[in-house]
């Protein structure tokens, strides 16, 4: 199976593949497609089997990528994923082998990835990222990890900002903080909107906009992150029955 670089070449006939199974995503892609052609110049790499699958990385020099935590000099992964029946060919292994010898070609000082302590929905697998190599530099409430392989002894060790670490905003009631980097957060985030209004409730919604945003955001994974009076709830998108199944079992 051979591999594809999506860049501002291709990027508009290539698909991208967390998107390719939802036949309704029309805004899905363009949201994703155009949130990755404004970071194509900052360094973003988005690398992909040239099958109709879920099998693919995406990587950006950290100091540029989207995300509260101080790791200048390292490559930070955005999301690395292998589903279904393309797990166990080693295009994992390949896929992250890219990436590193990508970041020892620019003279990085490692590689860095957010995960958590145990597997969990949208995160990559923690075991396989320390089955490479990969420590825990840092952590953050209440599962976030960063983890990081570094290319020498005397690399710096990476960490969370301080204003993502403690999985609490000021804000009461629902709270949804999102980007474009992921396809679906577009069409899902006006489903809570819209919802809630059903149940009489609403959401606010903040939706991050620049670098300077997403690295100050306080929240680790500021992709998605679904807050309630102030505590993180999670870090999954939430469908619509999803939803309703959170306001009803809050009593709403």
């Avoid at 967390?18 to 194509?40: A, H, P, Y």
């Avoid at 989207?66 to 955005?78: F, L, Q, R, T, V």
């Avoid at 606010?204 to 102030?230: C, M, R, V, W």
């Amino acid at each position: 199976m051979d591999f594809i670089t999506v860049n501002q070449d291709n990027i508009d006939k290539e698909h991208i593949c967390c998107c390719i199974t939802d036949k309704k995503g029309e805004t899905c892609v363009s949201s994703k497609k155009s949130w990755m052609k404004e970071r194509f110049a900052d360094g973003l790499v988005f690398r992909r089997t040239d099958t109709r699958g879920k099998v693919f990385i995406e990587y950006i020099p950290a100091e540029n990528a989207w995300y509260p935590i101080e790791a200048d000099g390292y490559m930070h992964i955005n999301c690395f994923w292998v589903s279904g029946q393309y797990k166990g060919h080693g295009y994992a292994n390949e896929l992250l082998s890219y990436c590193i010898g990508d970041a020892k070609a620019k003279g990085m000082s490692g590689v860095t990835i957010i995960a958590s302590e145990k597997k969990r929905g949208f995160l990559s697998d923690p075991d396989y990222m320390k089955y490479k190599g990969f420590k825990a530099a840092d952590e953050a409430s209440p599962f976030f990890v960063l983890y990081y392989l570094p290319f020498s002894d005397n690399a710096p060790v990476p960490k969370f900002k301080e204003c993502a670490k403690h999985g609490k905003i000021d804000e009461k009631g629902m709270v949804l903080y999102y980007t474009n980097q992921c396809p679906h957060t577009d069409k899902y985030a006006p489903v809570l909107e819209a919802v809630a209004q059903r149940y009489g409730q609403t959401v606010s919604l903040h939706k991050i906009q620049t670098k300077e945003q997403a690295q100050n955001a306080p929240t680790p994974f500021t992709t998605y992150s679904f807050f309630y009076d102030g505590d993180f709830v999670t870090n999954e998108i939430l469908s619509e029955k999803k939803f309703e199944k959170f306001l009803e079992t809050h009593g709403m």
